[in-house]
């Protein structure tokens, strides 16, 4: 007989004292998406225990449904989309981070086009509404991925380096800009619900004039105005003043919150973030990923 003994020996997806969470009862939030322009509203519900956070596009026959993991998502510019069964979510990032930060493991994602609400390009209206209905316990632990050695993802100045550590995911983003009005930023923090909330969560997305003028001359993002999205020039954001004079890292942070919860666990290590952004992202959540695979234990054959 084959006697695997995977679930005591996992030195790298063990459960934590966390139980699983989801909402108690739905919540919505409307906008229109940053690229298309398009009206779409989102409304998060319970899920049970183990199901993790699923999209459903509701807008399309059969409603198909998109599992929010690593392996479903496409290579995009700028933003993290995901594909399965026929069908597409857009710019999910945001969605994901305020789920993840705030510690709400399972969720059905409703919505009624591809590209999610922009909303003020970060994760404020997803993070109001989620905290506007209570959290359910389940009768179910989170898993955890504990990083076991050091993981280095990218090359040149663009790279994450993931290291252990005793509890917790510390996150830390090095940005760097040759726009004056950005420069060099670093923000670090011990990712918590409160962190998350007070931190991170109301940090926007940002480009560079030049960049928003290329992307409008392609028709995307055509109805975006300068208090709907963060555009700098060399002397700053324009018509539109900062949160944080570290917005733009603290930003970066909040994608890796949301990127990183496609691997479907907590994390347990400290993640060095230098110049990367979305595919790196996923390359880290993959490279964590084979990390268990390498770790997991041969199941031991017994004879009879
Ligand atoms: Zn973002």
Redesign the pocket.
Known sequence: MILSLCHRKLPTLDASLRKQTTIARRAAVSGFGLWSGRDITLTFCPAPASSGVVFVRTDLPGKPRIEAVVRNRVNGPR?TTLVANGAAVEMV??VLAALAGLQIDNCEVHVNRAEMPGCD?SSGAFVDALLGVDVVMLDALRPVIRVQREIVVGEGDSWIKAEPIGHGMELEYQLSYECPAIGSQVFSSIISPLTFQNQIADAR?FVLQHEADQLQKQGLGKHVTYQDIIVFDDHGPIDNPLRYSDECAR??M??MV?DFSLAGADLIGKFTGSRSGHRLNSQMVFALLQQIVEHKPKPIRISA
């Open positions: 933003r990032e945001h390009g997305t930003h970066k909040l994608d949301g």
